[in-house]
């Protein structure tokens, strides 16, 4: 669960009346009376990889812990030093109160890192100081988690005893000490221990809600947090029915590793995709590869970053604000849907997986109107895929939910001169949201679109890093020409869409016919672990008839399944 570690700051995005930061953040006081915001969230991680973040956090120390001894007899103590904290985490955890303002963005805080300085070319500075010193995803949460929030897996290390796909002949997933198979992951929630725990904080957290909407399900779909988070889900769909259950599988940006490692990677990933969906309102996979196969892709390009897809640090800073932006429906102040509905607008006739593309930042001149920028893409939308869909920007698109956020209302509409003729029907619109409703039937006028537009941007806070183009000002939006000195970028303007697209007809059948051709009783090591054969010949089924959900009518993609 390492690939979308970023979260936005509630406290400086205050202002910013459109979003209703109490869906996901909690309110809450220290016993110094200090007022907290901490996410309702519930985060499982292998022993290792929290760096030096502390299970129990800052916020509240636990006044139920006694420093006194009741043993009279003699003690060995043990004690481990924890780990160091990244530069931009010192002073994190001092009181709310003393900790320096987050409100203003355009000013260089105590305890912020410097931003990474722009090579002349515009790419972003490898410093040793920045990069290099991201070894957990906790060197970059500014976030305060409450005690609650961290649930540690002692059963396995983030770090194993070594490359185990190299030995021969190889080690088990459960002699390797990693998390590396769906059953070992499927398996832990089966320990009464880690499922009490879950369950308890579960309960907390849910009770306290005056109104629970669902839950958002974030975990790794490469390795065995695939089989946790199949686990969660159907936990969560067994318990909490009626309730909307978002799910994301994440991919790292994958190299062309050896076959054992590439193979055990699909499997996880068809019996993530399977068993998620299946428990879930809808599950999308995200990643920044161009396709999960066997033989996966090279990374998604964006026209105005320069991310090295090497470092979870780049590539998790690029998901966190499609994330935040895609799921802003549910969670506006003004839109009545829900987590349930915005599912139900794309997961209709069994499309319960679906694909995320993204522009970041979405292309807008400085001092450019809507109508404008939209009209400069008239053949398509400028987004990226971003679920490993291979050539997903032209494929047909049954239904889709588009938010595009970082349009001020000065700029939503035209303002042409008294007398003077409309450019194209866009510049005739009288608001914004009819601007991006007429260009997404333009585009596509047989997809179901449901379209939303916000003013606000999304904020950049550090400890992001500064991978952007020295083509866009400090809101993000593209110059005429680089300045002498690039801006550092503190908002985007994004443009996210979930969409239930014909494109995951071929990912999901791919993934099926690179396995159902593979004699995979020779990977007992994987299968050794905790899934049955007949359920995995059964998963696979349930994937080919999944992928049958998104074929287009009669098409002759229908030859296809005469020739199994």
Not at 163 to 170: A, S
Not at 368 to 381: E, G, I, Y
Not at 398 to 426: M, T, W, Y
Not at 515 to 535: K, N, P, T
Request: proline share 8%; with cysteine; hydrophobic share 35%.
């Amino acid at each position: 669960m390492n690939e979308a570690s970023f979260c936005f700051d509630p406290v400086a995005e205050k202002s910013e009346e459109e979003i209703r930061h109490d869906v996901l953040f909690r309110a809450g006081r220290t016993l110094q009376g200090q007022e907290t915001y901490t996410p309702r969230l519930i985060l499982m991680d292998l022993k290792g990889s929290l760096g030096s973040l502390k299970k129990e956090g800052d916020l509240y120390p636990d006044q139920r812990t006694n420093p006194s001894v009741a043993w009279k007899g003699s003690l060995t103590t043990h004690e481990e030093q924890p780990s160091p904290a990244n530069p931009f985490l010192q002073g994190l955890d001092r009181p709310e109160g003393n900790r320096p303002s987050t409100a203003n963005t355009s000013r260089t805080r105590p305890g912020d890192r410097p931003p990474a300085p722009e090579r002349p070319d515009g790419g972003a500075q490898k410093t040793p100081r920045l990069e290099a010193t991201m070894d957990a995803w906790s060197d970059y949460l500014r976030t305060h988690l409450h005690p609650r929030s961290v649930l540690t897996i002692h059963q396995y290390n983030h770090e194993g005893p070594g490359d185990t796909f190299g030995t021969t002949p190889p080690l088990s997933p459960r002699e390797s000490g990693r998390l590396e198979a769906f059953g070992q992951g499927e398996k832990l929630l089966q320990d009464d221990s880690y499922l009490e725990e879950l369950e308890d904080r579960l309960h907390f957290y849910v009770e306290e809600c005056d109104y629970l909407q669902g839950f958002q399900v974030l975990c790794d779909l490469h390795n065995g947090f695939s089989g946790v988070g199949a686990k969660v889900t159907e936990l969560l769909h067994d318990e909490y029915a009626g309730k909307g259950i978002l799910s994301w599988g994440l991919t790292p940006v994958l190299s062309r590793a050896d076959p054992q490692r590439n193979l055990y990677r699909l499997l996880n990933t068809v019996l993530g995709v399977v068993h998620l969906s299946s428990h879930s309102s809808l599950f999308c996979p995200l990643s920044l590869n161009g396709s999960l196969g066997l033989r996966p892709a090279g990374p998604v390009a964006f026209p105005h970053l320069r991310y090295d897809a090497s470092l979870e640090y780049h590539t998790s800073a690029i998901l966190a604000p499609v994330l935040d932006t895609v799921t802003a429906p549910y969670r506006l102040q003004t839109s009545p849907l829900s987590m349930v509905q915005l599912a139900d607008g794309v997961n209709f006739s069994g499309r319960k997986v679906a694909a995320t593309v993204a522009a970041v930042p979405f292309p807008m001149a400085e001092g450019q109107s809507l109508p404008d920028a939209l009209c400069s893409h008239q053949s398509a939308v400028p987004w990226s895929p971003l679920s490993g869909c291979g050539g997903q920007r032209e494929s047909r698109c049954f239904a889709q939910s588009v938010v595009l956020r970082g349009v001020s209302k000065d700029l939503q509409v035209s303002n042409p001169p008294p007398g003077s003729e409309p450019k194209s029907i866009l510049h005739m619109c009288e608001t914004g949201q009819e601007v991006l409703a007429r260009y997404l039937y333009t585009v596509s006028s047989q997809t179901f679109s449901t379209s939303y537009l916000l003013r606000g941007p999304c904020k950049l806070l550090a400890p992001y890093p500064r991978f952007f183009s020295p083509q866009l000002n400090k809101q993000g939006h593209l110059l005429d020409k680089p300045p002498s000195a690039p801006a550092t970028v503190e908002s985007i303007p994004v443009l996210a869409a979930l969409q239930s697209s014909a494109a995951l007809r071929q990912t999901l059948d791919h993934f099926y016919t690179e396995l159902h051709h593979m004699d995979v009783r020779r990977w007992a090591s994987f299968f050794s672990a905790g899934v049955e054969m007949e359920d995995f010949q059964e998963a696979l089924h349930e994937l080919r008839t999944l992928s049958h959900c998104y074929k287009l009518g009669s098409s002759a993609e229908g030859s296809e399944d005469e020739t199994d």
